[in-house]
């Protein structure tokens, strides 16, 4: 696609950013609908002189990654809803010069959930207590899901629990459970740590719907063993993909194609994986 006067700038805004998937994923995206616009990566440490850049160069939309998820709400106009209870923003929209934040890591972990069952009234244990967790299980409350937060940390688990006026169980109590839906968000099994899981087998039961967020390795040793007692899986992929695909809607107004998203990830995420293998 020719680059014009007209072509609008996208973006991705985080520290690091240079590992990112998100230019050859968004720029392949826009390609395929035939939308003129390009998608950047910028390494950006002050969010506000970065918000400002926004307004000023007039950026259409903007994807705010680590560290920047939480500082980034109060240079915004408005925040949706959902990003508010949950207190962190991943996308922005650029509405003729308002800036209006959104969580489409919540929104694209509800509907990759949703792509194989129905939220309300479904038992989720979340695993974990960090971002992740918050934003999901903000997500699947609006959903109508109840949940139990477990964590190895009381404290942190606590927190979080009363945060979302949902249960707090220990880690070490999980096997007591009785879920519809397991889901890690520990960075337990990320590459390269790749061998471990944040449980023991005894967690899983037949029947259950159980979900990682850790995408590389895409098969992780916890939804090995999910596997392996007849649960249903979901992928981290999934999330990574509806949470684009989510922006990419918001910001062009077309439907996202994402077959290419996701095969446009899956190529990034297997040439990392082979460029931090041994030989
Ligand atoms: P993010 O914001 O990306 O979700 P985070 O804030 O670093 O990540 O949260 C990481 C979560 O993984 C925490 O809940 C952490 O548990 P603690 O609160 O006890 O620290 C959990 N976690 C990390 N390593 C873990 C491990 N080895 N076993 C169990 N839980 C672990």
Not at 8 to 27: C, D, I
Not at 97 to 114: H, Q
Not at 115 to 140: H, N, P, Q, S, Y
Not at 151 to 170: C, H, M, V, Y
């Amino acid at each position: 696609m020719t680059i014009t006067a007209t072509t609008q700038v996208f973006a991705v805004m985080g520290n690091p950013v240079r590992h990112s998937l998100s230019p050859v994923m968004f720029n392949q995206a826009f390609a395929e609908t035939g939308y003129n616009a390009v998608y950047a990566a910028f390494e950006v440490t002050s969010v506000q002189d970065a918000v400002n850049a926004v307004r000023s160069l007039g950026i259409r939309g903007v994807s705010i990654t680590i560290p920047h998820k939480v500082t980034v709400l109060e240079f915004l106009d408005e925040v949706d809803p959902l990003a508010a209870e949950i207190g962190a923003v991943n996308t922005i929209i650029n509405r003729n010069g308002r800036l209006i934040g959104f969580n489409s890591d919540s929104l694209g972990a509800v509907k990759a959930i949703e792509e194989v069952t129905r939220l309300d009234g479904k038992r989720i244990v979340i695993l974990g207590a960090g971002g992740a967790a918050r934003a999901i299980g903000f997500g699947v409350q609006a959903k109508g899901a109840g949940v139990t937060i477990v964590n190895r940390s009381i404290a942190n688990g606590e927190t979080l629990a009363k945060a979302l006026n949902a249960d707090f169980t220990p880690l070490q109590d999980l096997h007591r459970l009785d879920a519809d839906i397991l889901i890690n968000t520990t960075s337990v099994g990320m590459t390269p740590d790749s061998l471990r899981s944040p449980v023991d087998d005894t967690v899983f039961r037949s029947g259950m719907l159980v979900m990682d967020i850790v995408y590389a390795p895409l098969h992780t040793c916890f939804l090995r063993q999910a596997r392996n007692t007849g649960c249903m899986t979901i992928n981290g992929l999934s999330m990574l993909v509806h949470q684009a695909a989510f922006q990419f809607e918001l910001w062009t107004g077309l439907p996202a194609p994402t077959g290419v998203m996701q095969q446009s990830l899956t190529t990034g995420l297997n040439f990392a994986e082979g460029e931090d293998s041994p030989s």
